[in-house]
């Protein structure tokens, strides 16, 4: 049974930083492309972050490029998401997942894994 387990979500104010965890079990992470998802109240949920299975290469929307960085530690089968400079319009609930392609998970806005509770990021103004 697949699980993805969120945390290190918080309160921060704008400007401050968060380093998110995801800890994967009942999947190998480093199969997959692994990538991180927020979605804000009465908003659809949007990719954040992703990176690749194969190389290591990252992706990110204009939104959050230059402040925040994806890494995986495939020993630990955990994917992480450093914040930096958040802003209050970086507040929502933060998932992780994973797709065999990094490009269709971007587009699509979504992993084919069991999504987790999420983490909650809160940036206040």
């Known amino acids: 049974q697949v699980q993805l387990v969120e945390s290190g979500g918080g309160l921060v104010q704008a400007g401050g930083s968060l380093r998110l965890s995801c800890a994967a079990s009942?999947?190998?992470?480093?199969?997959?492309?692994m990538g991180w998802f927020r979605q804000a109240p009465g908003k659809e949920r949007e990719f954040v972050a992703g990176?690749?299975?194969?190389?290591?290469?990252?992706n990110y929307p204009d939104s959050v490029k230059g402040r925040f960085t994806i890494s995986r530690d495939n020993a630990k089968n955990t994917v992480y998401l450093q914040m930096n400079s958040l802003k209050p319009e970086d507040t929502a609930v933060y998932y992780c997942?994973?797709?065999?392609?990094?490009?269709?998970?971007?587009?699509?806005?979504?992993?084919?894994?069991?999504w987790g509770q999420g983490t909650q990021v809160t940036v206040s103004s």
């Open positions: 997942n994973g797709h065999s392609r990094l490009a269709t998970m971007a587009a699509i806005n979504r992993g084919f894994l069991s």
């Open positions: 009942g999947v190998i992470i480093r199969n997959y492309a």
């Open positions: 990176i690749n299975w194969s190389d290591d290469s990252t």
